[in-house]
């Protein structure tokens, strides 16, 4: 059976950092591009952050932009997300997701149906 887990949340001040990570049982995750996305309350799901199979390749959403770094560390198969300068609208339960394409695409952020695996989340708190 295929499971992705995240690992990592937890509760953060305002301008704290966590750092993030997405596993696979089941699948080599070093096969699939990988995106991070979040769920805050009372919003739509989101995409944060997109990297390509190599690594080579990577994507952020504007608000992310400057403060979320995604990497990959194939020979591990897991995949980083580090999460600086931390704000309250960071707030969310934070999923990973593997979609198989080609080596150096990212995935997009939305077509969510596209992916062919979810972890079940992480929440990521920040609040003083």
């Known amino acids: 059976q295929v499971q992705l887990v995240e690992s990592g949340g937890g509760l953060v001040q305002p301008g704290g950092s966590l750092r993030l990570s997405c596993t696979a049982s089941?699948?080599?995750?070093?096969?699939?591009?990988v995106t991070w996305f979040r769920h805050a309350p009372g919003k739509e799901r989101e995409g944060v952050s997109s990297?390509?199979?190599?690594?080579?390749?990577?994507k952020y959403a504007d608000s992310v932009k400057g403060r979320f770094t995604i990497s990959r560390d194939n020979a591990k198969a897991t995949v980083h997300l580090q999460m600086n300068d931390l704000k309250p609208e960071d707030t969310a339960i934070y999923y990973c997701?593997?979609?198989?394409?080609?080596?150096?695409?990212?995935?997009?952020?939305?077509?969510?149906?596209?992916?062919?695996?979810w972890g079940k989340g992480t929440l990521v708190t920040v609040s003083s």
């Open positions: 990297i390509s199979m190599t690594g080579t390749n990577t």
């Open positions: 089941g699948l080599n995750l070093a096969d699939y591009a």
């Open positions: 997701a593997a979609y198989s394409t080609l080596p150096t695409m990212t995935p997009p952020f939305t077509n969510e149906g596209r992916y062919d695996y």
